[in-house]
Every structure is written in structure tokens, then in C-alpha cells.
């Protein structure tokens, strides 16, 4: 067994050297190799914008797994997030995160006796965090939200399958498919599509944004929410917040043939080289990663370790009972070790097991799969939307671009403004900025159409404005394959 491992920046080596310390204290590595790999820093200063090398990316893809610190995101620049590069390439499509109430970590939920202890699984390689973006006008800037059924499908089911083996009894699906009907309204399709082989668990929806006030307000009500990427993200330190804060946060990024366990708070630039971060979310991370592969035992000693430790007030400067003595990383875990083989006694105990790796190393794919959730559909081009950019005023431009249509299949049938419809009718109070959807469709009397038709309209509207992009408007088994524009 091989575990890639990349300390990361700041605090990053401290408080991968302590949990490393406590493992091998509690036998946990046995049988096991670290692989150390270049990730990082130093990797993004030597110019390569992935921030990792080549032998970094061979190692962990021959491994399977990553143990990783946390790892500092260059600011602007060509550098993106490592973190979500690591995720992205190597298809680690589900994020899971646990937050439970912890003994000795003083919350406004715990000092009212309000225990809570629920898991969310956030969509990982999807939606916003597919980093698209363009500047389309002087003005305006897009980020392209893309959310697929498989994509879908696949976190779902990790979910349904992650709360059968755990025994959770009730699944949420948090989105916002009532104001994006397509994209979120697909990943709550999805949902119950998938939930349809699950029928022990039951299963609800939920708005985000009433999940979060219902999360603030009575946390112990859910025991597994679902969320697309974005909105996941947000929740999740949302939910970090409810039992302590990002220090006690771990997390799993989970996927067919590698996963990656990982410390959620950063690098912590205020405080790194003290030697006093809280390596307990590196911990909890790693007590992840040991169930993973199969060494339960070990995850069960490490967490009543230190689950007894934090009930006695062994603590960080970062938590706890301020009359305690606030200890450094090394004398945290040194405290924790002393303490493998007891139980808490204030809450329940993680049961006794023993180790059985049940990992198997990836065999790596030839070429990249390709996934689809439905067979072909019948679909039939009605129309396109063109993007311009364009600085005059809607009284002059539709007139234009009507004259455009002259003698073509097409009809101008909407103009909309940021996804207002401004033409044929609109508001005056709708302010216009420098970039315009046009929305052309057939014409009754029109025969068939295809694409063909949408470019020769394209290269017509070409001489005359700057198309930024366009979007064919096609059917899918005769349902439109696309929204309303607000107020049509
Ligand atoms: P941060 O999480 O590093 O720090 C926020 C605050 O929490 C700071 O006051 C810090 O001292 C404290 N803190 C964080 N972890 C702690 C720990 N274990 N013990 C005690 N106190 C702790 O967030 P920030 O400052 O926004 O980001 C710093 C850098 O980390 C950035 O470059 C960012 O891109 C990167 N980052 C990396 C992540 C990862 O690798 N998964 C996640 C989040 C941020």
C-alpha cells in the first residue's frame, strides 16, 4: 500500500509532521509507504501553473490515494487552485465532509446541549468550478455553470451509498431549482431519479438558502444533504462554523480510481512556523483516509484518542477551555498518543475493529471514459441565441437586428438584457448594460431547419455587431432544451 503525501505550505508541514507522528503511534502504518510528492509552492514559484510536477501527478495516480496539506492558491496571475486542479483531473467527483459536535470544543450549539452530527457530499467537479470565464463586452464578464445528468448521477449515488453503509435513514438534496430551472433543476431530477433505488432511505429537498437558515437555526435535523459544487462549498464552512470552525472540518474528495484526504482550512500564513496550529481537520482527514482503505481499527483508535483528549481539555490555543493550557501541534498529538487505547466516556465511543485493507491500488484507465445518463434523444433545432456585444440602446438595435432576418427562416422574438426580457415588451426600470441576448426562432412558414441556418444568420449579424458567443435553441424529444427569459 502507497500513499502519496504532500505536506503543503504554511502550516501545512507542522501539522502533517504531528498527524503523521500520531499514526505511526497508533500503528497505523504499518505495511503502509508514504510517497512524498512535489505539490505546492515551490511548484507554482518554479512557473508550472498546475503546482504540481510531473512526478507528483505519476506517483499519485499510480497510488490511489493522497494525504495533503493545505496549499497556497496564488492570488491573480495564471496559477489556479491547485485544490480544485487535484480534484479536476483526477475525477475525485465527491467531497465528503463530516461535522460533529466535539467534546471540549465550546460552541453556541454545544453549550445548549444541541448535538450535532450530520455529513454533507458536495458535487466536486462541476457547476462554477469549471473556472470557464470570459470577458464579453467592456462591461460584462460571464462564468459558464455547467451541470451534467452523469455528473449528477454520480454524486448521488455516493451519497445514497455513503449513508446505506453508515445507516443514515434520511437524505437532503439542497439546490436552487427554483430560480436556475435547468441546471439545479437537473441535479434535483437526478436525485430522485437516483433515490429510486434506495427506497429504505428516505429522501426531501431543499432550497439553499432555507438550508442555511434551517441549519443555523436547528442543525440536528439533517443527517446527509447533497449539494451541486458551489453551493456546497458555501454550506460546508457554513456547517464548519455550527461545530468550531475550518480546524475541525475534515474532509474526503472521493473518486472511481484516486481520493484525496485533505486538511479544509488553509495555510494559515498568520501563524505558520509558531508550531501552534490545530491539526485536528488533518486528523480527522486521515481518520477518513484509514476507513478508507479499509483500517478501521486504526480510525477507531485515533479517533477515541482523540475524542477522550479533547473531553480532558487537551487543546490548541485556537479552542477550548481558556483555563486549560493552550499547546503546541507536537504536544497536542504528544497528548493525544498518551492516550490511544482510551475511550470518551462523555459520548459514545467508536466501536472496536480491526484493520482489513480492503484498498486496491488503481489499474489507470487508457483514455478517458465516456459517461452518459440518456440514450440518443430526437432533437430539432428551433432557433439560437446570439450574444452581441453591443453599446447602443434596445429602440435601436432590435429594429436592426429585424432588419437582419430579411428573407431568412428566422424571426427575432426576444431581446433580453442579463436575462431580462427588454424587447418586444419590457420595463423602463430595467437598466441595460453592454451585452445582449437576441433570440431568434423560426418562422411558422419556415420549412426544417438546422445549424446550417443558425450560422448563415450568424455570418449576417457578423458584419454588422460582435457576436460574443451563441447557443443553438434545440428540442429534445419535442421539450425545449431551453429557459425563458424574467419577464417573457
Ligand atoms: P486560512 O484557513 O489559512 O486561515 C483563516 C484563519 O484561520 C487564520 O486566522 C488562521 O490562522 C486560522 N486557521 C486556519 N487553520 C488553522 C489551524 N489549523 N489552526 C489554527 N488556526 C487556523 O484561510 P486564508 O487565510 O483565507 O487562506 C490562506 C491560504 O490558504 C490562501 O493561499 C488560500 O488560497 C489557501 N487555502 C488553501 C486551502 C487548501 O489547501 N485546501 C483551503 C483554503 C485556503
Not at 160 to 183: P, Q, S, Y
Not at 286 to 298: A, F, S, V, W
Not at 350 to 376: E, I, L, N, Q, R
Request: proline letters at 5%; aromatic letters at 6%.
Amino acid at each position: 500500500m502507497r500513499i502519496a503525501l504532500a505536506s503543503g505550505d504554511g502550516i501545512g508541514p507542522e501539522i502533517m509532521d504531528a498527524t503523521l507522528d500520531l499514526l505511526r503511534a497508533a500503528g497505523g502504518l504499518q505495511g503502509i509507504d508514504l510517497v512524498p510528492v512535489e505539490m505546492g509552492k515551490s511548484v507554482f514559484d518554479r512557473g508550472e501553473t498546475r503546482g504540481m510536477t510531473d512526478a507528483a501527478i505519476a506517483t499519485v495516480e499510480s497510488c490511489g490515494l493522497l494525504l495533503k496539506g493545505p496549499m497556497e492558491t496564488p492570488k491573480g496571475g495564471g496559477g489556479k487552485s491547485i485544490n480544485v486542479t487535484a480534484r479536476k483531473i483526477w475525477n475525485a467527483f465527491a467531497n465528503l465532509r463530516h461535522f460533529c459536535t466535539l467534546p471540549g470544543v465550546m460552541t453556541p450549539y454545544s453549550r445548549s446541549g444541541i448535538s450535532v452530527d450530520f455529513f454533507i457530499v458536495r458535487e466536486n467537479i462541476e457547476d462554477t468550478y469549471g473556472g470557464i470565464e470570459h470577458r464579453l463586452s467592456n462591461d460584462v464578464v460571464q462564468c459558464k455553470r455547467l451541470i451534467s445528468a452523469p455528473g449528477s448521477d454520480a454524486v448521488h449515488r455516493f451519497a445514497f451509498e455513503t449513508a446505506r453503509r453508515l445507516g443514515i435513514r434520511k437524505v437532503h438534496c439542497g439546490h436552487k431549482a427554483n430560480i436556475m430551472k435547468m441546471t439545479d433543476g437537473l441535479f434535483l431530477e437526478r436525485f430522485k431519479a437516483v433515490a429510486a433505488d434506495y427506497p429504505e432511505i428516505e429522501t426531501a429537498d431543499v432550497i439553499v438558502d432555507a438550508l442555511c437558515m434551517n441549519l443555523v437555526m436547528k442543525p440536528q435535523q439533517y443527517r446527509m444533504i447533497v449539494l451541486p459544487n458551489l453551493q456546497g462549498d458555501i454550506v460546508s464552512d457554513l456547517a464548519a462554523g455550527l461545530v468550531g470552525g475550518l480546524g475541525f472540518a475534515p474532509s474526503a474528495n472521493i473518486g472511481n480510481h484516486i481520493s484525496i484526504f485533505e486538511a479544509v482550512h488553509g495555510t494559515a500564513p498568520d501563524i505558520a512556523g509558531k508550531g501552534i496550529a490545530n491539526p485536528c481537520s488533518l486528523i480527522l482527514s486521515t481518520i477518513m483516509l484509514m476507513r478508507h482503505i479499509g483500517n478501521m481499527g486504526t480510525a477507531a483508535r485515533l479517533e477515541n484518542a482523540l475524542l477522550a483528549s479533547l473531553e480532558q481539555g487537551v487543546r490548541t490555543g485556537d479552542f477550548g477551555d481558556a483555563a486549560k493550557p493552550a499547546l503546541g501541534t507536537m504536544e497536542f498529538v504528544k497528548q493525544v498518543a498518551q492516550r490511544l487505547g482510551q475511550k470518551p466516556t462523555l459520548g459514545p465511543a467508536v466501536p472496536d475493529a480491526s484493520d482489513h485493507v480492503t484498498f486496491k491500488p488503481p489499474v489507470k484507465p487508457f483514455a478517458s471514459a465516456a459517461v452518459h445518463t440518456f440514450g440518443s434523444r430526437d432533437t430539432r433545432v428551433v432557433g439560437a441565441d446570439v450574444y452581441l456585444d453591443a453599446s447602443e440602446g434596445v429602440a435601436t438595435l432590435a429594429p436592426a437586428l429585424e432588419s437582419l432576418t430579411t428573407g431568412t427562416p428566422w424571426k427575432l422574438t426576444l431581446i433580453s438584457n442579463r436575462g431580462t426580457q427588454v424587447w418586444p415588451t419590457g420595463s423602463v426600470y430595467t437598466d441595460c448594460v453592454d451585452y445582449w441576448r437576441a433570440r431568434f426562432e423560426r418562422r411558422a412558414d419556415a420549412g426544417e431547419v438546422g445549424q446550417a441556418q443558425t450560422l448563415a444568420l450568424l455570418q449576417t449579424i457578423a458584419n454588422r455587431y460582435t457576436i460574443c458567443s451563441y447557443e443553438l435553441l434545440r428540442t429534445f424529444d419535442g421539450k425545449p432544451g431551453f429557459s425563458m427569459a424574467q419577464g417573457q
